[in-house]
């Protein structure tokens, strides 16, 4: 019998014990034995559980017992989770995680680790929770080289939009909502500001290009500052405002990377992606795009993830998953001043300045000197130079990306 271990007992943590519990013959079958949660790691008190004598607050009693061959990490953050990681990848444990911000900003080194231990750091829950994304991209596309990957990388954000765009909800409206819901967290910071997006977005970048994308150097911005006359005038454009996470290869090797709301048309399939649910676009030099969809995070949903990644660290305990990329000293982050975008600016002031200033593609009649311009194509830099002479003659109150 295997025996495995689960660090943490939150939502996803109590989602993987459930999986291994729910389908324990179908596991047993795939990996050619049965295999047994001894250990669960919280500092809380679950003594009332049904298995509540597995519970231990000493991470070094699953360090130190042999018998735990694979762990499943779902604590968050990057402080203890780190730590015991690194520790058990050390032990000779491999390690499969939902962690975002561990993979990000850590993942380099501990995959390095797990490589001379000969043991596993997996993280397909990392990315979109039960959606498949990171075996494919590492198997099924592994003959192509990437061109881009955009996508829909947070179901709270999306929840929010969804909630401005088909009911006219106010932005502030469609968070509270959505922590009434259990979508949002409390503190909502990392979802709305694009943080969350953004982790995901790197380990995308990661895989794709070979070298490591620093989350604290990717360009991110949020949906704060959308308000519903920008989701009006997306509408009548033939657009929705989506907030994508993006990275695209260029042709001297670099990539841009960045997390920003969008403009995008409602032809595109990222369009019809509603409320909680996730879309990712991977486009191969072989394949064209292909296209990922599904909820990206709940509890069973990503802990079906975690425990299939655990599965498969069981099944080919003898072969380790080939999973590396660099520590970001080959520089592939391209800043995004070249960058080429069509833009929807919403202006007060004289229209004869936007046209003066802009190469603009359409403009709409003034509404009480508000202007909305749809821009042809010009690059980031000269679009923050457009916005400051701009606002030197009347105020820019939104810029977007069109896609």
């Given at each position: 019998?295997?025996?495995?271990?689960?660090?943490?007992?939150?939502?996803?943590?109590?989602?993987?014990?459930e999986v291994f519990e729910m389908n324990a013959e179908?596991?047993?079958?795939?990996?050619?034995?049965p295999v047994e949660v001894k250990y669960v790691l919280d500092l809380r008190d679950f003594s009332a559980l049904p298995y509540g004598h597995k519970f231990v607050t000493d991470f070094s009693v699953i360090e130190n017992d042999p018998e735990i061959t694979v762990v499943a990490e779902v604590m968050g953050g990057v402080g203890a989770a780190y730590e015991f990681t690194r520790r058990c990848l050390l032990a000779g444990k491999s390690v499969c995680t939902s962690n975002k911000e561990l993979v990000a900003t850590r993942g380099e080194e501990l995959l390095k680790i797990a490589e001379e231990k000969g043991v596993n750091y997996m993280f397909e829950a990392s990315v979109g929770?039960?959606?498949?994304?990171?075996?494919?991209?590492?198997?099924?596309?592994?003959?192509?080289?990437?061109?881009?990957?955009?996508?829909?990388?947070?179901?709270?954000?999306?929840?929010?939009?969804?909630?401005?765009?088909?009911?006219?909800?106010?932005?502030?409206?469609?968070?509270k909502q959505a922590q009434l819901n259990g979508y949002a967290e409390k503190d909502p910071t990392a979802d709305i500001e694009g943080h969350d997006a953004c982790r995901k977005i790197c380990i995308l970048a990661d895989l794709?290009?070979?070298?490591?994308?620093?989350?604290?150097?990717?360009?991110?911005?949020g949906i704060t500052k959308i308000t519903l006359e920008d989701?009006?005038?997306?509408?009548?454009?033939?657009?929705?405002?989506?907030?994508?996470?993006?990275?695209?290869?260029?042709e001297d090797g670099t990539a841009y990377a960045y997390v920003a709301p969008h403009l995008i048309h409602k032809e595109s399939p990222l369009a019809a992606v509603e409320d909680v649910f996730n879309a990712i676009m991977v486009n191969g030099n072989a394949t064209g795009d292909v296209m990922f969809?599904?909820?990206?995070?709940?509890?069973?949903?990503?802990?079906?993830?975690?425990?299939?990644?655990?599965?498969?660290?069981i099944e080919h305990a003898g072969h380790r998953r080939r999973i590396s990329w660099g520590d970001g000293s080959k520089n592939l982050l391209r800043p995004l001043d070249t960058l080429q975008s069509a833009w929807y600016v919403r202006f007060k002031g004289?229209?004869?300045?936007?046209?003066?200033?802009?190469?603009?593609?359409?403009?709409?009649?003034?509404?009480?000197?508000?202007?909305?311009?749809?821009?042809?194509?010009?690059?980031?830099?000269?679009?923050?130079?457009?916005?400051?002479k701009l606002n030197a003659c009347g105020e820019v109150r939104a810029a977007m990306r069109m896609l």
């Open positions: 019998m295997i025996k495995a271990a689960i660090m943490g007992h939150g939502t996803v943590g109590s989602g993987v014990y179908k596991i047993a079958r795939v990996v050619g034995e929770g039960g959606i498949p994304i990171i075996r494919p991209m590492l198997q099924c596309l592994a003959a192509n080289e990437f061109n881009e990957i955009c996508g829909i990388l947070n179901g709270t954000t999306n929840y929010i939009l969804t909630q401005m765009i088909h009911n006219g909800v106010t932005f502030a409206d469609a968070l794709a290009f070979g070298d490591k994308f620093d989350p604290d150097q990717v360009p991110c911005e989701v009006a005038n997306a509408d009548k454009l033939g657009c929705v405002i989506k907030l994508l996470g993006r990275t695209v290869r260029c969809y599904g909820k990206g995070a709940g509890k069973l949903a990503t802990a079906s993830a975690v425990v299939a990644d655990m599965m498969d660290c004289a229209s004869r300045d936007l046209e003066a200033l802009l190469p603009v593609e359409s403009l709409t009649e003034p509404v009480e000197g508000v202007t909305v311009v749809k821009t042809r194509k010009l690059s980031t830099a000269e679009m923050q130079e457009k916005i400051e």
